[in-house]
């Protein structure tokens, strides 16, 4: 028997996934720098070719916000609202919790350029803050996971769950979530605790927070055409939707080590290669490794689970 409620944000009428109480919107935010020398002269298809999971997950008029999004390859967003500025991504990641309530289920998607910079206030295990790029951070600056952390984390309330989908350079932490779950090849793996030293709470309001992440925080995420064969995508993104369509996504572990299979399976053929690398390269001060990026997906929570037992739920 379906079941239908109204968004508890934009009360538009939604059908509850099984379980589900009620539901909730989501943001999704694309972003190719088509007017900067270091990318590629014709913009990737950040979004992979595969549909969506299919209904109730693929509902988006009313009750998501698409920011940086075309209706054609190569055409820019003409709605001043939806490019995806500072501003604009500021005001989507407030607009995502602002009202939430039990039972909702929450989806934040960002495929783009990430950096890192030295972090000052000793609150990062590495020393240093990952960060997303909007498409003026040139003039604006970047947006800090202390921030996102503040925004979308802190606040949320006892029985609210978020899921981040984050496809960009140096985002293994970027939503500064406490725990992370080191994974060897092997599919082995423990929780690393990364509560900052000086205390200061990165978890939730008694909400749950779960994020999928393109790489390491000192690793670059790319994009390739080799997993489509079609188009080039981000890698972590046509993995992540690869791995619900084939039904590996029975656990957070089996999604987190479908993810991995299928990046590595491509090899050196993953590479956003001059456009990826060397963005990240002028950003962090690095430099650009030869043959292909090596990336691994990340898996972080605002508390560790048991990622085999779990199951894997928007």
């Not at 920011?67 to 991504?89: L, V």
């Not at 989507?92 to 989806?107: E, F, I, K, R, T």
């Not at 290669?273 to 090596?294: E, F, I």
């Amino acid at each position: 028997m379906f079941m239908l409620v109204n968004c508890s944000h934009c009360h538009t009428p939604l059908q509850l996934p099984p379980g589900a109480r009620s539901i909730r919107c989501a943001i999704c935010q694309a972003i190719t720098h088509l007017a900067d020398p270091r990318t590629t002269p014709t913009p990737p298809s950040e979004f992979p070719s595969p549909p969506p999971p299919p209904s109730p997950y693929n509902h988006t008029p009313a009750g998501s916000s698409a920011i940086g999004a075309r209706e054609e390859e190569g055409q820019e967003e003409t709605d001043p609202y939806r490019i995806p500025t500072k501003q604009n991504m500021r005001m989507a990641l407030y607009w995502l919790v602002q009202g939430c309530q039990p039972g909702d289920s929450l989806l934040f998607h960002y495929s783009g350029h990430g950096s890192r910079q030295r972090n000052i206030s000793g609150d990062e295990v590495d020393g240093y803050d990952e960060t997303l790029c909007p498409l003026d951070f040139e003039t604006q600056g970047m947006i800090v996971d202390d921030e996102i952390n503040a925004t979308i984390v802190r606040p949320l309330p006892y029985g609210v769950k978020l899921h981040a989908i984050i496809d960009a350079c140096h985002s293994g932490t970027v939503l500064d979530l406490p725990f992370l779950c080191r994974m060897n090849r092997m599919g082995q793996y423990v929780w690393e605790d990364h509560r900052p030293q000086s205390g200061v709470w990165k978890g939730t309001n008694g909400g749950e927070v779960i994020s999928f992440s393109g790489c390491d925080d000192d690793q670059t995420s790319a994009d390739t055409a080799a997993l489509s064969k079609i188009t080039s995508t981000g890698a972590m993104t046509f993995c992540f939707i690869q791995a619900i369509e084939r039904g590996h996504a029975t656990t957070y572990g089996s999604v987190l080590n479908s993810m991995r299979t299928a990046i590595r399976s491509v090899g050196n053929d993953v590479g956003g290669g001059v456009a990826t690398s060397l963005l990240s390269m002028l950003l962090t001060g690095g430099s650009v490794s030869g043959g292909g990026l090596r990336q691994e997906p990340q898996l972080t929570a605002c508390q560790a689970f048991d990622v085999y037992t779990k199951p894997f739920s928007l």
